[in-house]
């Protein structure tokens, strides 16, 4: 059992609603139809939203327990959404996507930074070409900088649809913890 699987079973919904920006992003330029990666997908909040716009979903994730709960959300709504419980940096998808989301977890720390690059450069080629490429990191510049590194390296292959910050509000219920901070929105699209 890993540290997600229970605050999952204390927490319904942990990290509630999917970004207004990243949904309305979606409304307006998604694929309907298209296939879907979303990987750290936990209790499956941006999984879900995709398949309500017409995404078939795989959320992998190493959490059981949020994959289960994802899996019977997706049931109960009649979603296209599938769960994969599994390391996120040694799954091997069988197929390519048209749209990949890495959402919160890309920290960039000292211990982290070689394996979450080297995730990056992998997921390029599991991106069909016009897919998108959906990236959320906590504004700051050390990780913006490194994100902005990485795109330098793999910049023709891509071209930015949408960049910017998004207000975002963590709340635990069961332990009235709350705390507000910034994401830094990254969207590219595979040219």
């Known amino acids: 059992m890993n540290s997600y699987d ?3 079973s204390i927490e319904d919904n942990l990290f509630g609603q999917p970004y207004v920006e ?3 992003f979606v409304e307006e330029h998604g694929k309907r139809g298209g296939t879907a990666l979303d ?3 936990g209790q499956g909040r941006d999984a879900l ?7 078939a979903v795989t959320g992998v994730d190493s959490s059981e327990v949020g994959i289960e709960q994802m899996v019977e959300r997706a049931k109960a709504a009649d979603l296209n959404v599938a769960g994969v419980v599994a390391d996120i940096y040694a799954y091997q998808p069988d ?3 048209d749209a990949i989301v890495l959402d919160s977890i890309l920290h960039f720390g000292k211990a982290e930074k070689k394996n979450e690059l080297a995730l990056l450069d992998k997921l390029v080629g599991y991106l069909n070409a016009d897919g998108y490429f959906f990236i959320f990191v906590h ?5 913006e900088k490194e994100l902005k590194l990485w795109l330098g390296r793999v910049k023709s292959e891509f071209e930015i649809a949408h960049e910017g910050y998004i207000d975002y509000t963590y709340q635990e219920t ?6 507000t901070f910034q994401y830094h929105m ?6």
């Open 6 to 8: 229970d605050q999952y």
């Open 49 to 55: 939203m995709l398949a309500k716009h017409g995404y």
């Open 95 to 97: 197929t390519k996507f």
């Open 22 to 24: 990243f949904d309305a």
């Open 39 to 41: 990987l750290g997908c």
């Open 174 to 179: 069961a332990t009235d913890f709350k705390s």
């Open 186 to 191: 990254l969207v590219l699209r595979k040219t």
């Open 139 to 143: 504004k700051s510049a050390s990780k």
